[in-house]
Structure formats: structure tokens, C-alpha cells
Nanobody, 113 residues
Framework: QVQLVESGGGLVQPGGSLKLSCAAS????????MNWVRQAPGKGLEWVSN??????NYADSVKDRFTISRDNAKNTLYLQMNSLKPDDTAVYYC????????WGQGTQVTVSS
């Protein structure tokens, strides 16, 4: 069965950095586009970034601050987040597929002084 397990969230000060990981299992990881999606308190889902077919894409709100990467040998997706802002506070989800069909449980990122 497909499993996506995020880790690496936490509390960080504005301007700080965090690196999220998503460990995937139960499918051929290298064959799929993988996404990071976030949900801020009281708001809807916001797509953040994806990686697939050798390309990466970013939402304007995180471009030049966040970097998505993947290690297909380890079946792991990453999100390096730099220059974090309070507006980046959210639960971050890993999601499988160009049309998402599986989600992880999420990891909380809180940016606050």
C-alpha cells in the first residue's frame, strides 16, 4: 500500500531554514510526479512545488526561497526552505501524482519569533 511519511517540521524564527523529508513506499517512486502542498491555519490548500520528469516547479510565493529535490534511490522527497516568513506557517503535505491520489499525514512548520 502507498505510504507517504513527512518529517522535519518544527518551530523556526523568521529568516531561518528547515528541510522537510517525505519517505515514500508502496509504489515506483521514480515514475511519479511528487508535490509539496501546504495548509495555513484557517486557509485552504496551497500547492507549493512539484518534481517530476526531470523538471521542478514552484509557486510564486516560495520561488527563490524553497528548493525541491528527490533521491529516487532512497524513495525520498525533500523540501529545503530558506528565508522563512511567518506566512510560511502551515502544515506541509507530501502528495503523489500529477493528479494527486495519495497524501501524507503532514508535518507542522511554524515560523515565529
Amino acid at each position: 500500500q502507498v505510504q507517504l511519511v513527512e518529517s522535519g517540521g518544527g518551530l523556526v524564527q523568521p529568516g531561518g531554514s528547515l528541510k522537510l523529508s517525505c519517505a515514500a513506499s508502496g509504489f515506483t517512486f521514480s515514475s511519479y510526479t511528487m508535490n509539496w502542498v501546504r495548509q495555513a491555519p484557517g486557509k485552504g490548500l496551497e500547492w507549493v512545488s512539484n518534481s517530476g520528469g526531470g523538471s521542478t516547479n514552484y509557486a510564486d510565493s516560495v520561488k527563490d526561497r524553497f528548493t525541491i529535490s528527490r533521491d529516487n534511490a532512497k524513495n525520498t522527497l525533500y523540501l529545503q526552505m530558506n528565508s522563512l516568513k511567518p506566512d510560511d506557517t502551515a502544515v506541509y503535505y507530501c502528495a503523489k501524482g500529477w493528479v494527486v491520489d495519495y497524501w501524507g499525514q503532514g508535518t507542522q512548520v511554524t515560523v515565529s519569533s
